[in-house]
């Protein structure tokens, strides 16, 4: 594909439903980053894969939440038992790999509601 | 780990004249630092970035300068255009025992026809 693709695009969802979103990072990029990003904030850092491994997934807030890469390119964030307090705009990015200095693409982002 | 502060929150200019924005970041490791446009609605896009070893970046009417020792980094936008109206993100990329990037709270510009 052209570019990073998310889905779904939207998403509403009741207290205490499961819920997974999906990332397409841009092919052959072996880094993908999932961000959290709450109106009138920044993009939060949550966890990245270099490959299919998490490299870092300290910025995921509870054991609530939980992403895979098994194959190396799509990834999915899986959010159990939500909480108002999930819904926000969760942003995905790639780029080539992690420790080059180069450009990391976002998606468009899923934005979660939570009723 | 990282911690990246962003001023001003919210900044109104005149077509024509020029922006400032100011990052700074607190763990010495870090070494790319990129920032990005957000338009309403829309994914955030990289408008400049700056590697650590370098103090100052230009492309047309955009620049950053980074200084290490005091650990802060600027975006510089002059003869600012009302298509310039956006929000604006700095970031730190870390680089001890990780690649995270840390994102600053955001700049609203409003370029003032």
């Known amino acids: 594909g052209a570019g990073v693709s998310q889905t779904p695009s939207n998403k509403v969802t009741e207290k205490g439903k499961y819920v997974e979103l999906r990332c397409d990072p841009i092919?052959?990029?072996?880094?993908l980053y999932w961000y959290r990003q709450s109106l009138g904030q920044g993009p939060e850092f949550l966890i990245y894969f270099q490959g299919t491994g998490a490299a870092d997934d300290s910025g995921l807030p509870n054991d609530r939440f939980f992403a895979v890469r098994p194959e190396g390119s799509v990834s999915t964030l899986k959010i159990q038992r939500t909480e108002r307090g999930d819904s926000a705009v969760y942003l995905c990015a790639s780029s080539l790999m992690a420790s080059s200095q180069g450009e990391q693409f976002f998606g468009p982002g899923t934005r979660l509601t939570v009723l | 780990g990282e911690n990246v502060e962003q001023h001003p929150s919210t900044l109104s200019v005149q077509e024509g004249d020029s922006a400032v924005i100011k990052c700074t970041y607190s763990d010495s490791a870090s070494n790319y630092f990129p920032w990005y446009k957000q338009e309403l609605g829309k994914r955030p896009q990289l408008i400049i970035d700056i590697r650590s070893n370098v103090g100052e970046k230009k492309d047309q009417r955009i620049a950053v300068t980074l200084n290490k020792t005091a650990k802060h980094f600027s975006l510089h936008i002059t003869e600012t255009q009302p298509e310039d109206s956006a929000v604006y993100f700095c970031?730190?990329?870390?680089?001890?025992?990780?690649?995270?990037?840390?994102f600053g709270t955001g700049t609203r510009l409003k370029v003032l026809a």
């Open positions: 970031a730190a990329r870390e680089a001890s025992g990780t690649y995270k990037y840390i």
């Open positions: 092919s052959g990029h072996t880094a």
